[in-house]
Structures are given as C-alpha cells and as structure tokens.
C-alpha cells in the first residue's frame, strides 16, 4: 500500500501553496476587514487550471480526481481558508454543470466557468431547510419559454457577488422526487439579495439571501433532466465534504506550523516555551491528529475517485473526523499562544474562527454521524 502523493500531485499541492503565499496570505486580513475578495484575483487562479477542477479539459478544465482537488483547497487555505473554500463552491457548480449539464449547456457556460470570467455559487439550502434540504420550497412554475422562479435561499456564499446561480428548485412533487436545478445569471429580472450577513468567520466571502420574485429562467439553463436536481445536489456533497475538510485541514496545519515557530522564539522562565516537556506533549498530539486526519481524507477522496460502494459513508466519516480535529487543534495553537493568539495581527483567532462553520457546511457533523451509522446498520 503506497501513501506517498506521485510528483504531479507534489506538484499540484506546491503550486497552490506557492500561488497562496503570495497573492493570498499578505491580504487575508485586508480582505477580511474588507468583507469580500478582489475579483481580479479569480482569473490568477484560474490560470492554474483551479477554475473547472473536475470539468472536462474539453471544456477549458483540468479533469482532476476528487483526491487531486483535497491538495488544492489544503494548500489554499493555508493561505486563507475563507478563500479556498469560495473556491471549493465555484467548482462544486462546475463539476455538477459537466456531469448533469446538456451538451448544448456544457459549451455554452463551462468556458467561461474554468475560466473564471464568471464566478458561480451554489443555492440550495432555504431559511426553512438546512439538513432536510428535500423539503426546500422555492418553485419553478413552467412558462412558455422556461420556468418562472419564486422564492429565498439562505446563507449563500457569493450572493451578490457571484454571476451566476446553480439553484435548486421544485417543479413538481413534494420531496426529493419533484426538485430540478437550474442556472440564474445575475442581473435576471426578479432576482434580489438581502444585506450582508455578520458573520464569525469567512468574513471574507460575501453572504447574502438570495431571493426570486417572478424570476424568468429560459428552458436551456436546467441543468440535466426536470426532476434530478436533488439527486445532482447530493451527488456533488460527497466531493464537497472532502473539499471543506482539505479545508478545515490546511488552516489547522498553518496554525500548527505558526504556533511552532511562535514556540521556538517565545519565552518564559528564561527559556523559550518548547523546550517546556508539557507543551511539547501537546505539540506531539496535534502533529499525530493532524497527519491521521490527512490520511483517512485521502483514503476517501481515492474511494470516491473509484466508485468504492462504501465513499459515500467515507466522506461523512472524513468530513466528521477532520472538520473536528482541525478545530479542536486550531484552538490549542491558539492557547499555546497564550493572550497573543487572541489577538488579530497572530493571525491564530482567524483561523480558530473561519474553520467553525467547517463543521457545519456541506451537511452539519451530526448529520454527518447519522449518515455513517445507517450505513453500518445496513451493512
């Protein structure tokens, strides 16, 4: 059984560390205080190959495995995980768009997806319906052209912000059964934002509701076959859980890494901190966490890249066990930093605060532990 990465994916991971470190990491908390992202900083990305990560090279992609991806947002967010994360979203929608999309839809809107012209956002959870995403009641009524769009999305990344919408929708039935997916440009008539939500973390990203009042979306932008669009939306979680903990796991690396060389030059009692054997021990722990977290992500993002009838259940285990650990790390670096690791300019608070939604997104951890235990009950 071989762990190591071969040297395109060494290559993948020191790309996106190395474009992080230099056009991210100096502006992270300008950009923070600033409560959104300079769009010129997209197309940068986007030269790198990470607008259309699992699109089709057909399409202007660069058909990466989901294992491939986990290195990009790791390495991403140990830059900014706020940023790495609107990043993950962008090509969620991408990857829904190339598996589900027409052939007509594909052309038409995927080059300009990885080419990061146009930055995408992903509407499915409701005021009403976060974890019970199939009860979720923004409708689209058949017209003659397409379908008329009413309704409120809630807690979406981008909104405002983005220049399109993948959304999912009712056009038939109550449940999983009657909901279908469609792509809203920005500036359709009917489509509104509600003001900028406060947030604890990923400050960075603009998040807004996102309202459809009479909203008129022509046939050609359903993505897939009337009906799917559930189906469409929990095929793309699986590949965002490993997104959102490669996340969660890159930023509690970073506040490891900072908090050892803050260790090495802080001192107390006429020594620096890490020659202390208790504070080493804690050390020892995160390092021990932090590289078990990495493994078993990889061994679920190489089990979804294969089909393995078990990914399902190794994404919710990954997403619970990561998400977790990178937080209950990024919280003891910022106590091995004593009354500094409060403060902004460590840098340690905003990792501790961004990496908190992380174990609510893309399906809350208990969601996550109820999605695992049927699985062993079943089998």
Same mark, same amino acid.
């Given at each position: ?67 491939? $991806? ?11 995980? $706020? ?38 956002? @992903? ?36 909104g405002s912000y983005s220049d399109a919408y993948v959304v ?6 109550d449940g999983p059964k009657g909901i279908s997916t469609v ?62 903990? %490669? ?7 970073? %506040? ?85 690791? @409060?403060?902004?300019? @460590? ?33």
């Amino acid at each position: 059984m071989d762990f190591a990465l071969t040297e395109e994916q060494t290559l993948i991971f020191d790309m996106a560390k190395s474009f992080g470190e230099e056009h991210i990491a100096p502006f992270a908390q300008e950009w923070e205080r600033a409560g959104t992202i300079p769009k010129d900083l997209w197309p940068k990305l986007a030269e790198l190959g990470f607008g259309g990560l699992y699109v089709s090279e057909e399409y202007g992609g660069s058909g990466l495995s989901r294992l491939d $991806a986990t290195l990009v947002f790791e390495a991403l967010a140990m830059a900014c995980p $706020a940023v790495g994360s609107f990043l993950s979203i962008h090509n969620m929608c991408g990857g829904m768009i190339d598996k589900f999309g027409s052939e007509e839809l594909k052309q038409r809107v995927l080059p300009g997806l990885c080419s990061m012209e146009k930055i995408y956002s @992903y509407c499915l959870t409701e005021p009403g319906s976060g974890s019970d995403a199939a009860a979720l009641k923004t409708r689209a009524e058949k017209s003659n052209d397409g379908y008329v769009l009413n309704g409120t999305k809630a807690f979406i990344s981008g909104g405002s912000y983005s220049d399109a919408y993948v959304v999912m929708c009712r056009t038939g039935e109550d449940g999983p059964k009657g909901i279908s997916t469609v792509i809203v440009d920005d500036g359709t008539e009917g489509l509104t934002f509600g003001a900028l939500e406060q947030k604890m973390g990923w400050k960075a990203q603009p998040t807004t509701q996102v309202q459809f009042d009479d909203c008129k979306i022509l046939h050609e932008n359903l993505v897939g076959d009337e009906g799917r669009g559930f189906s469409y939306a929990m095929a793309g979680l699986d590949g965002g859980r490993l997104n959102i903990s %490669a996340g969660a796991l890159g930023g509690a690396q970073q %506040a490891l890494d900072q908090t050892v060389q803050y260790m090495s030059e802080r001192k107390a009692f006429g020594r620096s901190i890490d020659q202390f054997q208790a504070l080493q021990f804690r050390l020892a722990e995160f390092e021990t966490k932090l590289q078990a977290a990495r493994i078993f992500l990889r061994q679920a993002a190489w089990k979804l890249d294969n089909k393995d009838h078990e990914a399902t259940k190794f994404c919710a285990m990954a997403k619970l066990m990561v998400t977790d650990v990178a937080s209950e790390v990024a919280n003891g670096c910022l106590q091995l930093h004593g009354g500094y690791g @409060y403060l902004a300019d @460590y840098g340690i608070e905003k990792i501790v605060r961004d990496l908190r939604v992380h174990q609510i997104l893309e399906g809350t951890n208990e969601v996550m532990r109820l999605i695992i235990a049927r699985q062993v009950i079943v089998s």
